[in-house]
């Protein structure tokens, strides 16, 4: 069973800081991997969608990896600000399942 | 932009009341989700479907049904609330390819008392 792990849970940062967010998976055969974010009380937001046969994808400031043979994902936010502040989730895609990590909750300090 | 909505943001329930919790979207997608998150548990699948009046049972089931009389609308249902279905709920939908992006809901705070 594939299983999602985003670590630290946690992570505090000053503003302008640049970071990454990790992702960890089990099974590399996947169809895709996703990154949401999430605020308090709210629904995910969807930031980034990595389908399997591509390494990478941008949007703004955010800059998503992906290597399936590590079973790894990056999450990287550039020149953090205040209103990043949120729960970061990835998610897998294989054979009709959607796989979850539990999140990394980023605080970022102005 | 894809629109997921659903019908309510808070909902308090009694134990044993019937709860129905609607989710609509709007971009023909096939496939709809349901779930539910709770602090240290993470996002649980409770049913999904692929098509309409077609469902199948997630991860954790039993105290939940689920309708999908139209391609844009799945319906929750509690037959019958109970306090540990306290949780917050989310609906999700995607296109029925491997390129399935997921879009969610804003979510249902339920509370059952």
């Known amino acids: 069973k594939q299983e999602v792990t985003q670590i630290p849970a946690a992570l505090s940062v000053p503003e302008g800081e640049n970071l990454v967010l990790n992702c960890s998976f089990t099974?590399?055969?996947?169809?895709?991997l996703q990154w949401f974010r999430q605020d308090p009380g709210k629904g995910l937001t969807s930031l980034l969608l990595?389908?399997?046969?591509?390494r990478e994808q941008t949007s703004g400031r955010l800059n998503a990896s992906l290597d399936k043979s590590s079973g790894r994902s990056t999450l990287y936010i550039a020149a953090s600000q205040p209103g990043d502040s949120a729960t970061y989730l990835c998610a897998i895609y294989n054979f009709n399942k959607f796989y979850f990590g539990s999140g990394t909750k980023l605080n970022v300090k102005p | 932009d894809v629109k997921v909505t659903q019908s309510s943001r808070y909902l308090v329930k009694r134990t044993g009341e019937k709860v129905f919790l609607e989710c609509v979207q709007d971009?023909?997608?096939?496939?709809m989700f349901w779930y539910r998150q709770d602090p240290g548990l993470g996002l649980r699948l409770i049913y999904f479907s692929y098509d309409v009046k077609m469902k199948e049972k997630g991860d954790i089931p039993e105290g939940y049904s689920v309708s999908r009389e139209k391609k844009e609308r799945f319906s929750l249902i509690l037959e019958s609330a109970s306090t540990n279905q306290t949780s917050m709920y989310l609906c999700?939908?995607?296109?029925?390819?491997?390129?399935?992006?997921?879009?969610f809901g804003p979510g249902t705070r339920l509370t059952v008392l």
């Open positions: 999700a939908s995607g296109r029925g390819t491997n390129y399935n992006e997921q879009f």
């Open positions: 990595i389908q399997s046969s591509q």
């Open positions: 971009m023909d997608h096939e496939n």
């Open positions: 099974d590399s055969a996947i169809y895709n």
